[in-house]
Every structure is written in C-alpha cells, then in structure tokens.
C-alpha cells in the first residue's frame, strides 16, 4: 500500500521515543567516534583541491579540544557563541563543541554584513564569536562592536582573535555536559523578512525532530555508500537541521564545500566527483540549475529534497529527467521545521502540492476566526504543540512568543489549503497573499508558471496597491542570459499565465529587473520588491 492511506497507518503507528538526557554533540560524533574512530563524517572539498575526508575519531579530538580551550576562556553552560563560518570541518568542530560545553550555539550567515551581525552579536549577548579572516573583518567594520569575551579565527590570529588551530593544538579534554532535551542548544535567528530578525531558541530535541521526517523524505537513508550534501548555508535551519546534523547523526558522510555563491554547473560537477546520494537543494537553487545547459553526468542520486519556498511543478517535473529522481518536498519555518513532507517512494508526493502532515506531527489550516478550514478553503498553516521540532520561545521576547500560539497551536502565518486526501497546497505568507478584486491570490502558482517561460530565469510576484482592485498583480522578472527586455516581451509574459491560470491572477504589470532580491537562504524578499513601489 502507498500514498495518502499508508502516510495515515504510519501516522497512527508513530510514536515519539525522546530520552531523558540528550546532547548533540555525543548523538552526531562521540557514538561514532567510540564504534568506529575511522569512519568519515565529513569530506571538505576546497577550491583547486582534492576533497579531503575527516573522521569521527578527529572530529571528537578537535571538538574535545577546542571545547576546553573556550572553557578555560570563561565561556559555560548556556552561553551563547556565535558562528560566523562557511561550511567545512571547523564549522562541525565548533558546533560539537559548543555542545559539549552545554552552551548555545548561534550561527550566522558568512553573507551578513557588519550591521546584520552587530544585532545577533549584541541581542543574543554572546559570549564568544568563531569565525574565519572575512568574519574577523566583518566585526572590525562594526562602528561600536558588542562587547566579546573572545573571538576565534579559524585563519590564524589578526586583530586580536585567538588562533583556531593553536587552541585545538592545545589539545585540552572537557566532560561533555550533562544535557536534557528542552536544554537549550540551538538559536537561529528568523530571517527578517517581515520585521526584525528574533532568535529562536531551540532544545537538542529539535535535532531528533528531524530524524523521522529526514528519513521518509531521504527513504532507505541510511545506505551503503551515501554521501550527503547541501548548497544551503549550515547558519540556516535548512543547511543545518535538513540536512548535515541528521546524516551525521546517522554515520552518513556529509560533502562540505565552504563557498560564498552558489555555483549551478559546479553543483553537478562537484555531486558527480563526491558520489552525493543524498541532496538537500532549495528551490531557487535548483531553478537555477536548470538553467546549465550541459550539464556534468555521473550522478549518483538516491534522493533530493526541497524546502525554503514552494517548490513549483515545473522544478518538480524537470527533476524527474535532469537529476534522475523526484523531489520531495517539505515544509517547515525556523520555530518548527520539517513538519509536512512528501515522498515519492512511498507514493506520497504530487506535483503543485507540498505534501502531508509528517508522522509525529499535527498540522491543520485555519480561518481567521479560527474554524477549521474546509477541503480547498485558504486558511493559516499551524503546528499544535508539544512538538519535539518546535523551539522553546524567541529569546527574550516573551510577549512575542505568546503572540505566535493560539492556544495550543503554533501560527506560522503561512496560507495553505488542504485537499480531501490531505495534501497541503502552499500558496505564501499571509503578507504575501494578494487580494484582487475580491480573489485571494497566492504568488507562488504565479512565480511557477512564470518560470515556465523559457525567457525567465526567475519571478517574484507582489500585489500593486489599486483603488480598483484593492491590489494587482505586479511581477518582477529576471531573464536568462542572452534575452533582452520589452515591452513586447512582458505582454508575452502576462498573457502567457493569463492563458494557463486564470484571468484574476496575470500579471498586469511585468518589470524586468537584472537580480531578485533574495535572502541568505534562498527566498524572495517580497518585501524589498514591494518597498521599490
């Protein structure tokens, strides 16, 4: 049996088995490390270099290590020490570590500039900074710098930053603390796009969370031979909790390739030289790489997965043929991720649609007045708690926390619509959501069809304030290489979904532009676009 029925028996079956003490660091290195010191966790693929493996047995000795040279450094338990590094073995080291010393780990994006970090530095109060020459800049640009006990660099000492290597070299041993799951281990902060940034501050439960939607998604993970790996940046819940701590939680080798820009033609070649079986790609990413015209061969994919944005029936279809296997799609946000999964393998996944509530977690859609929505009705996504996946509270906000719970339910502030069968259908955040002379009109069926085009490289999609209609559709168009804008061509572009969606959700207005704004993670910000009205 698969599909719909056989998602619904495991949903019953399912039950949560959370152990009363937890650490990440000893559930995604030290078991390894004891059974096995030599299997490999990460494989490091720098620019102009062979990719190097690093083991279980050196990332439990450099973590021990650099745990104890923070500690003699007065950084504790419940500390929060920012991360401000690209993907690779020192970005695991440190995340082992931080959790070892029961400490908070924040990781940032390498991309932020120094006014981005100034606020998670200062608003977080963290203790520590571990970071890499560029982020060493980053915090000297800052006009009045937060405050630090110390900063580590990972490329030696500069501007007052102990020296990473030096540290690990002083090959120091702490007690890994003593952790519980509701333990505070993880803040990542929320991506700002409709208001300041907030850190979610997560339990090291958030990480078993994952495990069981991680392997519908990933089916038959782990196998003989697997090799995992993201373009995602590790400081995004994506990156990080999708992905590299699930399959090093569960032995799988994780490809880290520390780079600022994502590279689509490098992407196949760098998959095909690793033998990457298991792919977590977001959406833009993997728009752009079906643009790459030759692409490399080889591939050895078992299985991709998706989330950030919609995924769109154009990307989900070209997969089938480019990267040789469906994507499955999931849905989550930074409070509580992975929580609405689809998985081809087990007949559960439908093109347009982005899948069903994962077993262990409950998930409706709701109106407004807080009635639960009928079979197609738009309503808000909510989680209902406990949840191991949702976080504890933003930290130091707790007026903000509660604003996001409606009794027992989590409200996310996307829409969606459920079909008979269960299927969710994202259509955007509730700010997002245009309304058109009385039509409510999700961007994400029209960004979809947009991308259909073979003029469009990608779209994004706001509403236009119009004493008319309330709003119109405004869409904002980058093109592929080679194709000049027009007026012609944005007619092209509007009729062209006016004739496959609907005559309420073309574009009536079409602007070219030479880049979508998008955030560290890969998603639109709406918010930018509509700002430049």
């Not at 571990?130 to 060493?136: L, N, P, Q």
Request: glycine share 10%; with cysteine.
């Amino acid at each position: 049996m698969a599909g719909p029925d056989a998602f619904e028996s495991l949903r019953r079956s399912f039950r949560w088995d959370i152990p009363n003490r937890f650490n990440i660091a000893e559930a995604i290195c030290d078991r390894w490390a004891a059974r096995d010191p030599d299997r490999v966790a990460l494989l490091v693929k720098r620019p102009g270099k062979s990719i190097e493996p690093k083991s279980y047995g050196v990332l439990r000795e450099d973590s021990l290590a650099l745990a104890a040279g923070l500690k003699s450094r007065g950084v504790a338990g419940g500390d929060r020490v920012v991360l401000l590094l690209p993907q690779g073995f020192e970005a695991a080291v440190a995340h082992v570590a931080i959790a070892r010393l029961g400490a908070v780990a924040v990781p940032c994006a390498l991309a932020f500039g120094p006014d981005a970090l100034a606020f998670r530095l200062a608003d977080s109060g963290a203790r520590a900074l571990v970071t890499c020459a560029s982020g060493v800049a980053t915090y000297g640009r800052i006009e009045t710098p937060p405050a630090l006990d110390l900063i580590v660099s990972t490329e030696g000492a500069e501007n007052g930053a102990l020296d990473y290597g030096a540290l690990v070299a002083e090959r120091g041993a702490v007690e890994t603390a003593d952790t519980g799951p509701d333990d505070p281990a993880l803040m990542i902060y929320t991506s700002g796009t409709t208001g300041a940034p907030k850190g979610a501050l997560h339990g090291g439960r958030v990480l078993l969370g994952h495990l069981p939607g991680f392997r519908l998604t990933h089916a038959g993970f782990p196998a003989e031979g697997d090799v995992a790996w993201t373009p995602a940046d590790w400081a995004w819940a994506g990156g990080l909790l999708n992905l590299m701590m699930p399959a090093l939680h569960d032995g799988v080798p994780v490809l880290a390739q520390p780079t600022s820009k994502f590279d689509p033609e490098g992407a196949f070649v760098l998959m095909a030289e690793a033998g990457v079986t298991r792919a977590f790609i977001p959406p833009t990413a993997l728009r752009l790489m079906a643009r790459v015209e030759r692409p490399a061969t080889g591939l050895r994919l078992r299985s991709v997965v998706s989330a950030g944005e919609r995924l769109g029936e154009a990307s989900w279809e070209w997969s089938r043929t480019a990267l040789g296997v469906p994507v499955n799609e999931v849905y989550g946000q930074t409070e509580c991720n992975y929580v609405i999964v689809s998985s081809a393998a087990h007949g559960a996944s439908r093109p347009g649609f982005t899948g069903l509530s994962s077993p262990g977690h409950e998930v409706g859609v709701f109106t407004g007045d807080g009635r639960c929505a009928a079979f197609g009705e738009i309503g808000e996504i909510r989680i209902r708690r406990p949840d191991p996946v949702m976080f504890l509270c933003y930290w130091r906000q707790p007026e903000a926390t509660a604003d996001k719970f409606e009794g027992e339910w989590f409200c996310t502030g996307d829409q969606a619509a459920v079909d008979a069968d269960g299927f969710f259908r994202f259509v955007g955040r509730e700010d997002d959501v245009i309304t058109s002379s009385g039509y409510r009109i999700g961007p994400a069926d029209i960004e979809d069809c947009l991308a259909r085009h073979p003029a469009v490289a990608l779209a994004a999609v706001v509403g236009r304030p119009d004493p008319l209609r309330t709003s119109v559709v405004k869409a904002f168009v980058q093109l592929k290489p080679g194709v000049d804008p027009s007026e012609a061509l944005g007619e092209e572009l509007s009729h062209f979904v006016r004739d496959r969606l609907s005559a309420h959700e073309y574009p009536r207005e079409v602007e070219f532009v030479d880049e979508i704004p998008l955030t560290t993670s890969g998603k639109v910000i709406r918010k930018a676009l509509r700002e430049r009205e």
